[in-house]
């Protein structure tokens, strides 16, 4: 018998009270979810031990990942933090009140801003990504190693699916939520 978790004995609970309903998106969607707040709790504490809150782990990571000299503009930040721009102004400004990051003049256009990550920034971002790896690695030890490029496979014909179809139009809401 296969092992049962906590969405599959709400799957049954469904089932009984709606046997009319389709609930198999609600049995990846439930579990994502659950997954979801599981990693938010493992990233946040592998942050705060590295010193820093998620949101400037997110900025950071962006500027660490560019590569040297790790500068980018508010704008490249913006989109790949998926944040407004009056949020990103508010993080840079107390980034940089840190130490974390500085802005910078673009030598491009003299009227541009380009944002740069710190030494300070870099040895705190590289110090949480070892943690987050480390973390995530202990998430996934009941996936054997063999199945978790399937599983990514699979997540991410679902992000692409998901992305395409994008979010629910008003008044067209599926029903009740679990």
């Given at each position: 018998?296969?092992?049962?978790?906590?969405?599959?004995?709400?799957?049954?609970?469904?089932?009984?009270?709606?046997?009319?309903?389709?609930?198999?998106?609600?049995?990846?969607?439930?579990?994502?979810?659950?997954?979801?707040?599981?990693?938010?709790?493992?990233?946040?504490?592998?942050?705060?031990?590295?010193?820093?809150?998620?949101?400037?782990?997110?900025?950071?990571?962006?500027?660490r990942r560019g590569g040297a000299p790790f500068r980018q503009s508010p704008k490249i930040l913006v989109?790949?933090?998926?944040?407004?721009?009056?949020?990103?102004?508010?993080?840079?400004?107390?980034?940089?009140?840190?130490?974390?990051?500085?802005?910078?003049?673009?030598?491009?256009?003299?009227?541009?801003?380009?944002?740069?990550?710190?030494?300070?920034?870099?040895?705190?971002?590289?110090?949480?990504?070892?943690?987050?790896?480390?973390?995530?690695?202990?998430?996934?030890?009941?996936?054997?190693?063999?199945?978790?490029?399937?599983?990514?496979?699979?997540?991410?014909?679902?992000?692409?699916?998901?992305?395409?179809?994008?979010?629910i139009a008003a008044g067209d809401e599926p029903g009740p939520a679990a």
């Amino acid at each position: 018998m296969k092992q049962q978790d906590e969405v599959d004995r709400i799957l049954a609970d469904w089932s009984a009270a709606r046997p009319d309903l389709d609930l198999a998106p609600l049995a990846v969607f439930s579990r994502m979810t659950r997954i979801t707040k599981a990693l938010d709790r493992a990233r946040a504490q592998a942050f705060e031990r590295s010193g820093l809150a998620s949101w400037e782990f997110d900025v950071l990571a962006v500027l660490r990942r560019g590569g040297a000299p790790f500068r980018q503009s508010p704008k490249i930040l913006v989109q790949q933090t998926m944040v407004s721009s009056g949020t990103m102004t508010n993080r840079i400004d107390r980034m940089a009140q840190r130490g974390l990051v500085r802005r910078l003049t673009d030598p491009n256009d003299g009227r541009g801003v380009l944002v740069e990550m710190t030494a300070q920034g870099q040895t705190l971002v590289d110090a949480a990504m070892t943690r987050l790896s480390d973390a995530e690695e202990l998430l996934l030890g009941g996936v054997p190693r063999a199945e978790r490029e399937r599983l990514a496979t699979l997540l991410r014909r679902l992000a692409l699916s998901v992305q395409h179809f994008g979010p629910i139009a008003a008044g067209d809401e599926p029903g009740p939520a679990a």
